[in-house]
């Protein structure tokens, strides 16, 4: 009985926990279901509500007015070439005075310092020793004339040939006798020996003459060397006395040049001028003109042998303090060949100096100018923005839309840069406005002069 009823109540609960289990997860989808209807419905409302903003920023994008800006039109002007470069200053003659003769440096004549002129005299060497050996030598000259003399008087070539004329006649004589005795022998007149003693002594009269003439000719070989010989010890004597003239007049010391003398480096009493040594007395330097030697890149040298003729061309000198040297320039010399290294070459370009103002181992700028102008084409100054060494513009093309541009310039002429490349003469650029506008979207454009664009408002 009890279990009974224990089982019933059991069995009801059971019932009663599982109708609330199911009717509990009926809810619950039926919640999820309307969040997700509300969640779909925000979302739709989100995107239209974006799709609606899109539409409004456009338009107010197309409602917005483009930038007004100045610009100005690429032009040309008239241009001389100009171009400077680094330039060292180098004397056109530089002269070490040395002895060129042994001796005592005796005095020199010359302000240390100061101009010389050539063939001034500047040292003197004590010269006794020289004007010695001149006197030696001028001896020995007489005496080698004197030798040359009796040479030249073949004493012993006379002597020879009167011991052959007296050779000859007892040749006569002895065949006379002998043409004279053979008829007389032949008919038994005089006995055969004595033709025969008159043939021998023919014989002998034969033989020296041929001795006489043997010698005659050794002796005139001999009196020929004997000349010759005399001949040359007499030139030798007098190149002698001419070197020793040339001593004595290297015992005076002249400038060789004119030009600026410097310190001495030798002082009198001194022994100058011995074999091997490389000393020197002084140094002169030529002051005018003076040579101004610089290096050009391939390219300048090119344009610069195209414009050199004629005059075309104008060398000015700039100083170190920036001033101008008075006195122009000329052309000297082209070094043979291109440095492959630095890819220049080197000129010399001679200045006058006649107020010894230039001297070797200034430095300065050498400053070409062409005479004839060329036209080229320059873009204002402000209309160039520079970013570390690339220049760009903003030029302003087809319906007036903003395109960004590289260029390359050259020099500034006033308050422009020439235009080397990346603009052509007639187009516009941005003057004023520069950071109104944006590559590819339109502007307003407004052409200025340079000083109406100078009195605008900045952009």
């Not at 059971?14 to 309307?34: I, M, N, R, Y």
């Not at 995107?47 to 917005?64: F, L, R, V």
């Amino acid at each position: 009985m009890n279990f009974s009823r224990r089982f019933t109540f059991y069995m009801t609960a059971a019932v009663l926990g599982l109708s609330l289990f199911v009717s509990g997860c009926s809810g619950e989808t039926s919640k999820g279901q309307e969040g997700q209807t509300s969640g779909t419905s925000s979302q739709t409302q989100s995107a239209s509500s974006k799709d609606s903003g899109k539409n409004e920023t456009a338009t107010a994008a197309a409602q917005t007015p483009a930038p007004a800006v100045n610009v100005a039109k690429i032009g040309t002007i008239e241009q001389k070439f100009t171009r400077e470069w680094p330039a060292e200053l180098k004397y056109s003659s530089t002269v070490d005075v040395k002895a060129r003769v042994v001796g005592t440096l005796q005095n020199f004549s010359f302000k240390e310092g100061s101009r010389v002129n050539a063939g001034q005299v500047l040292f003197r060497i004590d010269d006794a020793p020289y004007v010695a050996a001149l006197q030696g030598a001028q001896a020995q000259v007489s005496q080698c004339q004197a030798d040359l003399a009796y040479a030249k008087a073949q004493v012993d070539v006379r002597r020879v040939k009167a011991d052959l004329a007296s050779s000859r006649a007892d040749l006569v004589r002895a065949q006379q006798d002998v043409d004279r005795y053979k008829p007389l022998a032949k008919n038994g007149v005089i006995p055969t020996q004595t033709l025969d003693n008159a043939i021998a002594q023919r014989d002998v009269a034969q033989a020296r003459v041929d001795a006489a003439l043997a010698t005659l000719k050794n002796t005139e070989l001999s009196s020929k060397a004997k000349i010759e010989v005399a001949q040359a010890n007499l030139e030798a004597a007098q190149a002698q006395v001419t070197q020793a003239q040339l001593n004595i007049g290297y015992c005076t010391i002249t400038s060789p040049i004119t030009g600026v003398i410097g310190a001495i480096d030798v002082s009198p009493g001194n022994l100058v001028g011995q074999a091997g040594s490389q000393q020197v007395l002084v140094t002169i330097s030529s002051l005018d003109p003076i040579y101004c030697n610089f290096s050009v890149s391939e390219k300048e040298y090119l344009y610069m042998m195209e414009h050199r003729g004629a005059g075309a061309v104008d060398f000015n000198l700039v100083l170190s303090d920036g001033s101008v040297y008075k006195h122009s320039g000329q052309f000297s010399m082209l070094s043979r060949s291109l440095d492959s290294k630095s890819g220049t070459i080197g000129i010399r370009v001679s200045f006058p100096n006649p107020e010894r103002l230039l001297r070797e181992g200034q430095f300065g700028r050498l400053r070409i100018t062409s005479r004839a102008s060329e036209k080229v084409l320059v873009v204002p100054q402000r209309a160039v923005s520079t970013v570390q060494s690339d220049h760009s513009v903003y030029v302003v093309g087809p319906n007036n839309v903003v395109e960004s541009r590289n260029i390359t310039v050259g020099d500034a002429v006033g308050t422009d840069f020439i235009v080397k490349s990346g603009l052509k003469q007639g187009e516009m650029v941005v003057v004023d406005g520069l950071t109104k506008v944006q590559a590819g979207a339109p502007c307003e454009p407004t052409v200025v002069s340079d000083s109406t664009a100078d009195s605008s408002a900045q952009g």
